[in-house]
Nanobody, 117 residues
Framework: QVQLVESGGGLVQPGGSLRLSCTAS????????MGWYRQAPGLQRELVAF???????KYADSVKGRFTISRDNAKNTVYLQMNSLEPEGTAVYYC???????????WGKGTLVTVSS
């Protein structure tokens, strides 16, 4: 069993920054991809960014240049540095991890980010 726990959400003013963290624990061999998704009220969950174990990254167009994803593979942790936050960034942010050994995708419970003045 694999568990993901996110942290770092909260209330921030427009233009501000937050750093999210997500740590995986349990029976883990190799986490192939770790990423962040978000779901705003009334909308579908959407990809924000992901990072592979080899260091490749991908971002949604809406966050390019403002958000940075990084991983600490030794700690099974992924981070999301979010700068220049906009009110449209208000959402629950979810972490996911793909472990090909198990053929599974695991999800955290989410952390709420509210961008408001």
């Amino acid at each position: 069993q694999v568990q993901l726990v996110e942290s770092g959400g909260g209330l921030v003013q427009p233009g501000g920054s937050l750093r999210l963290s997500c740590t995986a624990s349990g029976s883990i061999f190799t986490i192939n991809t770790m990423g962040w998704y978000r779901q705003a009220p009334g909308l579908q969950r959407e990809l924000v960014a992901f990072a592979t174990s080899g260091g490749n990254t991908k971002y949604a167009d809406s966050v390019k240049g403002r958000f940075t994803i990084s991983r600490d593979n030794a700690k099974n942790t992924v981070y999301l540095q979010m700068n220049s936050l906009e009110p449209e960034g208000t959402a629950v942010y979810y972490c996911d991890a793909i472990i090909l050994t198990y053929g599974m995708t695991y999800w955290g419970k989410g952390t709420l980010v509210t961008v408001s003045s």
